[in-house]
Protein backbone atom coordinates (compact mmCIF):
# COMPACT_ATOMS: atom_id res chain seq x y z
CA UNK A 1 0.00 0.00 0.00
CA UNK A 2 1.40 3.50 -0.82
CA UNK A 3 1.77 6.38 1.44
CA UNK A 4 -0.90 8.02 -0.70
CA UNK A 5 -2.66 4.73 -0.47
CA UNK A 6 -2.77 4.78 3.25
CA UNK A 7 -3.64 8.65 3.56
CA UNK A 8 -6.76 8.01 1.01
CA UNK A 9 -8.16 5.21 2.70
CA UNK A 10 -7.53 6.25 6.45
CA UNK A 11 -7.52 9.76 6.66
CA UNK A 12 -8.95 11.47 3.65
CA UNK A 13 -12.22 8.94 4.05
CA UNK A 14 -12.96 9.50 7.31
CA UNK A 15 -12.52 13.71 6.86
CA UNK A 16 -15.16 13.53 4.12
CA UNK A 17 -17.73 11.60 6.49
CA UNK A 18 -17.00 14.25 9.15
CA UNK A 19 -17.13 16.87 7.14
CA UNK A 20 -20.73 15.64 5.87
CA UNK A 21 -21.81 15.73 9.18
CA UNK A 22 -20.35 19.17 10.51
CA UNK A 23 -21.95 20.49 7.28
CA UNK A 24 -25.24 18.72 8.95
CA UNK A 25 -24.80 20.37 12.19
CA UNK A 26 -24.05 23.98 10.55
CA UNK A 27 -27.61 23.55 8.21
CA UNK A 28 -29.11 22.23 11.29
CA UNK A 29 -28.08 25.17 13.64
CA UNK A 30 -26.13 23.01 16.25
CA UNK A 31 -24.52 24.60 19.38
CA UNK A 32 -21.64 23.78 20.35
CA UNK A 33 -21.65 23.53 24.90
CA UNK A 34 -19.61 26.52 26.04
CA UNK A 35 -17.67 26.95 23.09
CA UNK A 36 -17.30 29.26 19.76
CA UNK A 37 -18.67 27.62 17.23
CA UNK A 38 -18.82 28.45 13.24
CA UNK A 39 -15.82 30.23 11.61
CA UNK A 40 -14.34 30.42 14.94
CA UNK A 41 -13.44 26.82 14.87
CA UNK A 42 -12.31 26.80 11.37
CA UNK A 43 -10.01 29.52 12.37
CA UNK A 44 -9.00 27.27 15.02
CA UNK A 45 -7.70 24.11 13.35
CA UNK A 46 -6.42 26.85 10.46
CA UNK A 47 -4.31 27.59 13.02
CA UNK A 48 -3.09 24.15 14.51
CA UNK A 49 -2.13 22.84 11.23
CA UNK A 50 0.29 25.87 10.76
CA UNK A 51 1.63 25.08 14.18
CA UNK A 52 1.94 21.33 13.39
CA UNK A 53 3.94 21.73 10.52
CA UNK A 54 5.96 24.42 11.75
CA UNK A 55 6.63 22.89 14.15
CA UNK A 56 6.56 19.05 13.46
CA UNK A 57 8.99 19.57 10.24
CA UNK A 58 12.34 20.00 12.19
CA UNK A 59 11.79 17.40 14.17
CA UNK A 60 10.64 14.80 11.67
CA UNK A 61 13.27 15.47 9.69
CA UNK A 62 15.74 14.57 12.23
CA UNK A 63 14.06 11.28 12.54
CA UNK A 64 14.26 10.60 8.71
CA UNK A 65 17.50 11.56 8.82
CA UNK A 66 18.81 9.29 11.56
CA UNK A 67 16.68 6.34 10.32
CA UNK A 68 14.41 6.46 13.20
CA UNK A 69 11.83 6.38 10.74
CA UNK A 70 12.14 5.23 7.38
CA UNK A 71 9.89 4.43 4.20
CA UNK A 72 9.28 2.07 1.33
CA UNK A 73 11.09 4.06 -1.81
CA UNK A 74 8.35 1.53 -3.87
CA UNK A 75 6.00 3.02 -2.30
CA UNK A 76 6.01 6.29 -2.07
CA UNK A 77 6.38 9.82 -4.53
CA UNK A 78 10.26 10.44 -3.63
CA UNK A 79 9.34 13.40 -4.17
CA UNK A 80 11.26 14.99 -0.73
CA UNK A 81 11.66 18.56 1.24
CA UNK A 82 14.48 17.75 3.20
CA UNK A 83 14.66 14.54 4.60
CA UNK A 84 10.73 14.01 4.00
CA UNK A 85 9.06 12.62 1.75
CA UNK A 86 5.27 15.45 0.70
CA UNK A 87 3.10 12.61 1.80
CA UNK A 88 4.41 13.13 5.04
CA UNK A 89 3.60 16.33 5.20
CA UNK A 90 0.27 15.66 3.98
CA UNK A 91 -0.38 13.61 6.95
CA UNK A 92 0.48 16.65 9.30
CA UNK A 93 -2.33 18.31 7.48
CA UNK A 94 -4.89 15.19 7.66
CA UNK A 95 -4.33 14.16 10.81
CA UNK A 96 -4.78 17.73 12.27
CA UNK A 97 -8.28 18.51 10.34
CA UNK A 98 -9.73 15.26 11.32
CA UNK A 99 -8.72 15.61 14.73
CA UNK A 100 -10.11 18.89 14.82
CA UNK A 101 -13.35 17.60 13.00
CA UNK A 102 -13.77 14.61 15.66
CA UNK A 103 -13.29 17.82 18.69
CA UNK A 104 -16.21 19.69 16.91
CA UNK A 105 -18.55 17.09 16.50
CA UNK A 106 -17.85 15.90 20.15
CA UNK A 107 -18.59 19.34 21.25
CA UNK A 108 -21.50 19.63 19.64
CA UNK A 109 -22.57 16.31 21.65
CA UNK A 110 -21.09 16.20 24.99
CA UNK A 111 -23.10 18.54 27.41
CA UNK A 112 -21.39 21.15 29.63
CA UNK A 113 -19.69 20.12 32.58
CA UNK A 114 -22.20 20.85 35.42
CA UNK A 115 -20.96 21.54 37.64
CA UNK A 116 -18.89 25.19 38.68
CA UNK A 117 -15.88 25.75 37.04
CA UNK A 118 -13.19 26.58 40.02
CA UNK A 119 -10.23 28.19 38.71
CA UNK A 120 -7.11 26.66 40.04
CA UNK A 121 -3.94 28.49 39.62
CA UNK A 122 -2.10 26.36 42.16
CA UNK A 123 -2.93 23.34 40.18
CA UNK A 124 -1.82 25.20 36.67
CA UNK A 125 1.38 25.69 38.21
CA UNK A 126 2.39 22.19 39.83
CA UNK A 127 0.88 20.37 37.21
CA UNK A 128 3.53 22.37 34.79
CA UNK A 129 6.19 21.80 37.02
CA UNK A 130 5.38 18.34 37.00
CA UNK A 131 5.77 18.24 33.27
CA UNK A 132 8.96 20.62 33.09
CA UNK A 133 10.80 17.48 35.15
CA UNK A 134 9.62 14.72 33.32
CA UNK A 135 10.91 16.55 30.25
CA UNK A 136 14.44 17.44 31.71
CA UNK A 137 14.42 13.77 32.60
CA UNK A 138 13.78 12.85 28.47
CA UNK A 139 16.13 15.03 27.17
CA UNK A 140 18.57 14.21 29.70
CA UNK A 141 17.84 10.52 28.72
CA UNK A 142 17.92 11.43 24.58
CA UNK A 143 21.41 12.97 24.77
CA UNK A 144 22.82 10.90 27.15
CA UNK A 145 21.04 7.58 27.42
CA UNK A 146 21.12 4.45 25.54
CA UNK A 147 20.50 4.48 22.11
CA UNK A 148 17.15 2.20 22.27
CA UNK A 149 15.87 5.06 23.95
CA UNK A 150 15.98 7.72 20.92
CA UNK A 151 12.62 7.50 19.93
CA UNK A 152 10.53 7.39 23.12
CA UNK A 153 13.12 10.15 24.57
CA UNK A 154 12.53 12.16 21.43
CA UNK A 155 8.99 12.44 21.25
CA UNK A 156 8.70 13.72 24.28
CA UNK A 157 11.65 16.14 23.66
CA UNK A 158 9.46 17.06 21.36
CA UNK A 159 6.00 17.46 22.72
CA UNK A 160 6.22 18.20 25.94
CA UNK A 161 7.47 21.72 25.74
CA UNK A 162 4.15 22.00 23.91
CA UNK A 163 1.76 20.80 26.02
CA UNK A 164 3.77 22.64 28.79
CA UNK A 165 2.61 26.46 27.80
CA UNK A 166 -1.18 24.79 27.48
CA UNK A 167 -1.07 23.53 31.05
CA UNK A 168 0.15 26.29 32.67
CA UNK A 169 -2.45 28.40 30.92
CA UNK A 170 -5.34 26.20 31.46
CA UNK A 171 -5.16 22.90 32.88
CA UNK A 172 -7.65 23.64 35.03
CA UNK A 173 -10.20 24.21 32.28
CA UNK A 174 -9.17 21.25 30.40
CA UNK A 175 -9.75 19.27 33.88
CA UNK A 176 -13.10 21.00 33.62
CA UNK A 177 -13.61 19.61 30.32
CA UNK A 178 -12.11 16.78 30.73
CA UNK A 179 -14.64 14.52 29.15
CA UNK A 180 -14.56 16.06 25.86
CA UNK A 181 -10.67 15.93 26.30
CA UNK A 182 -10.57 12.23 27.07
CA UNK A 183 -12.81 11.19 24.50
CA UNK A 184 -11.03 13.45 22.11
CA UNK A 185 -8.03 12.40 22.45
CA UNK A 186 -8.61 8.26 23.10
CA UNK A 187 -10.41 7.65 19.82
CA UNK A 188 -8.22 8.82 17.39
CA UNK A 189 -4.78 7.91 19.32
CA UNK A 190 -6.85 4.37 19.38
CA UNK A 191 -7.68 4.57 15.91
CA UNK A 192 -4.69 5.47 14.37
CA UNK A 193 -2.20 3.26 16.11
CA UNK A 194 -4.59 0.43 14.63
CA UNK A 195 -3.86 2.29 11.34
CA UNK A 196 -0.30 1.96 11.74
CA UNK A 197 -0.53 -1.69 12.11
CA UNK A 198 -1.35 -1.79 8.56
CA UNK A 199 0.68 0.24 7.21
CA UNK A 200 3.66 -1.45 9.24
CA UNK A 201 2.32 -4.48 7.93
CA UNK A 202 2.64 -3.40 4.19
CA UNK A 203 5.74 -1.63 5.24
CA UNK A 204 4.35 1.63 4.04
CA UNK A 205 6.88 2.81 6.50
CA UNK A 206 9.20 1.07 9.04
CA UNK A 207 10.44 1.87 12.09
CA UNK A 208 14.11 1.30 13.33
CA UNK A 209 14.42 -1.59 15.70
CA UNK A 210 17.64 -0.94 17.18
CA UNK A 211 16.13 3.14 18.35
CA UNK A 212 13.17 1.56 19.86
CA UNK A 213 12.68 0.25 23.57
CA UNK A 214 11.40 -3.09 22.21
CA UNK A 215 8.00 -2.68 23.80
CA UNK A 216 5.58 -4.25 21.17
CA UNK A 217 2.25 -4.36 20.46
CA UNK A 218 0.25 -6.85 18.21
CA UNK A 219 3.73 -8.37 17.28
CA UNK A 220 4.80 -5.11 14.89
CA UNK A 221 3.53 -1.59 16.59
CA UNK A 222 6.41 -0.45 18.91
CA UNK A 223 4.90 1.47 22.02
CA UNK A 224 6.58 4.98 20.77
CA UNK A 225 4.23 4.66 17.56
CA UNK A 226 1.16 4.67 20.10
CA UNK A 227 3.17 7.37 22.26
CA UNK A 228 3.04 9.13 19.11
CA UNK A 229 -0.56 8.91 17.57
CA UNK A 230 -1.80 9.38 21.25
CA UNK A 231 0.45 12.76 22.24
CA UNK A 232 -0.18 14.37 18.52
CA UNK A 233 -4.12 13.97 19.64
CA UNK A 234 -3.68 15.70 23.05
CA UNK A 235 -1.67 18.53 21.52
CA UNK A 236 -4.50 19.22 18.98
CA UNK A 237 -7.30 18.45 21.88
CA UNK A 238 -5.50 20.48 24.32
CA UNK A 239 -5.17 23.48 22.06
CA UNK A 240 -9.07 23.46 20.37
CA UNK A 241 -10.53 23.10 24.04
CA UNK A 242 -8.08 26.04 25.19
CA UNK A 243 -8.53 27.99 21.91
CA UNK A 244 -12.40 27.75 21.58
CA UNK A 245 -14.18 27.87 25.49
CA UNK A 246 -15.63 30.60 26.86
CA UNK A 247 -13.88 29.94 29.79
CA UNK A 248 -10.42 30.48 27.94
CA UNK A 249 -11.32 33.36 26.08
CA UNK A 250 -12.19 34.77 29.45
CA UNK A 251 -9.22 34.19 30.88
CA UNK A 252 -7.33 35.57 27.82
CA UNK A 253 -9.64 38.46 27.96
CA UNK A 254 -8.76 38.96 31.71
CA UNK A 255 -4.87 38.51 30.77
CA UNK A 256 -4.81 41.06 28.02
CA UNK A 257 -6.90 43.89 30.15
CA UNK A 258 -3.61 43.32 32.89
CA UNK A 259 -1.28 44.08 29.89
CA UNK A 260 -0.12 40.60 29.95
CA UNK A 261 1.34 40.52 33.67
CA UNK A 262 0.47 37.94 36.23
CA UNK A 263 -1.84 35.09 34.52
CA UNK A 264 -5.08 34.69 35.93
Not at 63 to 70: G, P
Request: glycine letters at 6%; a neutral charge.
Amino acid sequence: MTYFGFLLRFLVIPILIFLFITWWDNKNNRPTHGFHNGRAVWIGMLVHIILAVTYTTPWDNYLVATEVWYYNPDLVTGLVIGYVPIEEYTFFVLETILAGLWWWFLARRIPEPTGEFKPNKTGRIVSSSLLFVIWVIFTYIFFAGGVEWTYLSIILFWALPAIFPQFLYGADILWHYRKLVFSTIIVPGLYLSLMDVVALTDTTWSISKEQTTGVIFFGILPLEEVLFFFITNVLISFGMTLLLSNLGTKRFEEWRSNHYRGLP
